[in-house]
C-alpha cells in the first residue's frame, strides 16, 4: 500500500482526498491486526482443501507435488500432502537455506528454482506473504508441460487468476475453501473485521461530505488561536524570561491553542451530522468575523 501511494505520489495523481481514504484503510487494517484474531481461520483452509480436493476425485498419492512457502500453512500442507502419499517438495529463500526447517520427507529448492521443478508437478499449492505473484502467467504458461492443479492459499494472491484460461491448468483460491473452513469463533471475527471497515468508511464519508469546507477549517483555527495569544500577552511580558524566551513562549502557545482549535472543529466534524456542523461553523464564523 505504501508503495502505491508513494508512486501516486510521483505521478502527481495522489490528492487530499486520496491521502485521506489510504489513511483510513491503514487505520482499519491496523486494528483489525490489533484487534481481531483472524488468524487462526488458516490451518483449517488446508485441511478443507485435502478434503475437498480427494472427495473431487483427485488424488495425491505418487503424486509429485510443489508448496510455495514455508511458513505455517505452507508447512502444514506439505505435512498433509505426505500424509496422503504424495512426493512433496517445499521452496526455501536462498539467504535462509540450511536454517529453514521443513516437514519430514520433504525435499526444498531454492524459491528462484521453482520453475525448474514445475513442468513435472501435478500440484503445486502457494502460500507465502509475498505482495507479488509467486506464479504469474507468464511463467505458468512457459513451463506448463500437462495437466497440473494450482492452489493458492495466500491472501492477497500469489497466484494469477489468469492461469485458470490456460489448458491443463485447474486453479483453486482460497476462497474455494475458507467459507467451509470457519468456525463460529472465525466468523465472529469476520464480522468485527468488517464492523471496524464499516466504521472507518464511515469516517471517511463523513469527512468528505465536508470536504469542502476545510479551508474555512483552517482559517477559523488561525483566528481562533490568534484571539488567545493577545489575552496572554500581558501575562507572559510579566514573566522574568529574556526575549528569545518569550518568543519561543508565545509560538508554543500559539500552536497549542491551534491545536485546541483543530481538535474541536475536527471533533464537532466527527460527531455531528453535515448539515448540523455546517451550521455549527456558520455560527463560529460569525463569532470570529
Same mark, same amino acid.
Given at each position: 500500500?505504501?508503495?502505491?501511494?508513494?508512486?501516486?505520489?510521483?505521478?502527481?495523481?495522489?490528492?487530499?482526498?486520496?491521502?485521506?481514504?489510504?489513511?483510513?484503510?491503514?487505520?482499519?487494517?491496523?486494528?483489525?491486526?490489533?484487534?481481531?484474531?483472524?488468524?487462526?481461520?488458516?490451518?483449517?483452509?488446508?485441511?478443507?482443501?485435502?478434503?475437498?480436493?480427494?472427495?473431487?476425485?483427485?488424488?495425491?498419492?505418487?503424486?509429485?507435488?510443489?508448496?510455495?512457502?514455508?511458513?505455517?500453512?505452507?508447512?502444514?500442507?506439505?505435512?498433509?500432502?505426505?500424509?496422503?502419499?504424495?512426493?512433496?517438495?517445499?521452496?526455501?529463500?536462498?539467504?535462509?537455506?540450511?536454517?529453514?526447517?521443513?516437514?519430514?520427507?520433504?525435499?526444498?529448492?531454492?524459491?528462484?528454482?521453482?520453475?525448474?521443478?514445475?513442468?513435472?508437478?501435478?500440484?503445486?499449492?502457494?502460500?507465502?506473504?509475498?505482495?507479488?505473484?509467486?506464479?504469474?502467467?507468464?511463467?505458468?504458461?512457459?513451463?506448463?508441460?500437462?495437466?497440473?492443479?494450482?492452489?493458492?492459499?495466500?491472501?492477497?494472491?500469489?497466484?494469477?487468476?489468469?492461469?485458470?484460461?490456460?489448458?491443463?491448468?485447474?486453479?483453486?483460491?482460497?476462497?474455494?475453501?475458507?467459507? @467451509?473452513?470457519?468456525?463460529? !469463533? #472465525?466468523?465472529? =471475527?469476520? /464480522?468485527?473485521?468488517? &464492523?471496524?471497515?464499516? +466504521?472507518?468508511?464511515?469516517?471517511?464519508?463523513?469527512?468528505?461530505?465536508?470536504?469542502?469546507?476545510?479551508?474555512?477549517?483552517?482559517?477559523?483555527?488561525?483566528?481562533?488561536?490568534?484571539?488567545?495569544?493577545?489575552?496572554?500577552?500581558?501575562?507572559?511580558?510579566?514573566?522574568?524570561?529574556?526575549?528569545?524566551?518569550?518568543?519561543?513562549?508565545?509560538? @508554543?502557545?500559539?500552536?497549542? !491553542? #491551534?491545536?485546541? =482549535?483543530? /481538535?474541536?472543529?475536527? &471533533?464537532?466534524?466527527? +460527531?455531528?451530522?453535515?448539515?448540523?456542523?455546517?451550521?455549527?461553523?456558520?455560527?463560529?464564523?460569525?463569532?470570529?468575523?
Amino acid at each position: 500500500m505504501g508503495d502505491a501511494l508513494a508512486f501516486s505520489r510521483k505521478n502527481y495523481a495522489a490528492d487530499h482526498v486520496l491521502e485521506t481514504l489510504f489513511r483510513q484503510a491503514v487505520t482499519a487494517g491496523k486494528k483489525i491486526k490489533t484487534d481481531v484474531a483472524l488468524s487462526s481461520a488458516d490451518s483449517s483452509v488446508v485441511h478443507v482443501m485435502i478434503r475437498d480436493l480427494s472427495r473431487a476425485g483427485m488424488s495425491f498419492s505418487g503424486k509429485t507435488c510443489l508448496v510455495i512457502g514455508n511458513g505455517a500453512m505452507g508447512k502444514l500442507a506439505a505435512v498433509l500432502l505426505r500424509e496422503q502419499g504424495a512426493d512433496v517438495t517445499m521452496t526455501v529463500r536462498q539467504y535462509r537455506r540450511g536454517i529453514v526447517d521443513i516437514p519430514a520427507d520433504c525435499g526444498r529448492i531454492d524459491y528462484g528454482r521453482r520453475m525448474e521443478i514445475f513442468p513435472q508437478c501435478d500440484y503445486v499449492v502457494s502460500a507465502t506473504a509475498s505482495p507479488y505473484y509467486t506464479l504469474s502467467l507468464d511463467l505458468v504458461e512457459r513451463a506448463v508441460r500437462k495437466p497440473v492443479v494450482l492452489v493458492d492459499l495466500a491472501v492477497p494472491r500469489d497466484i494469477d487468476p489468469a492461469v485458470r484460461l490456460l489448458p491443463d491448468v485447474t486453479l483453486f483460491d482460497v476462497d474455494s475453501f475458507r467459507k @467451509e473452513a470457519h468456525s463460529e !469463533a #472465525q466468523l465472529q =471475527a469476520i /464480522r468485527e473485521a468488517e &464492523g471496524i471497515i464499516a +466504521e472507518q468508511m464511515e469516517h471517511f464519508f463523513i469527512w468528505y461530505g465536508c470536504v469542502d469546507v476545510i479551508p474555512l477549517i483552517q482559517d477559523l483555527k488561525q483566528e481562533m488561536a490568534g484571539d488567545l495569544c493577545p489575552r496572554l500577552s500581558g501575562e507572559i511580558r510579566g514573566l522574568p524570561l529574556e526575549e528569545s524566551e518569550r518568543r519561543q513562549l508565545e509560538s @508554543e502557545i500559539e500552536t497549542a !491553542a #491551534q491545536r485546541a =482549535a483543530n /481538535r474541536l472543529l475536527f &471533533g464537532l466534524r466527527d +460527531e455531528l451530522d453535515p448539515q448540523t456542523f455546517r451550521e455549527c461553523l456558520a455560527g463560529i464564523e460569525k463569532v470570529y468575523r
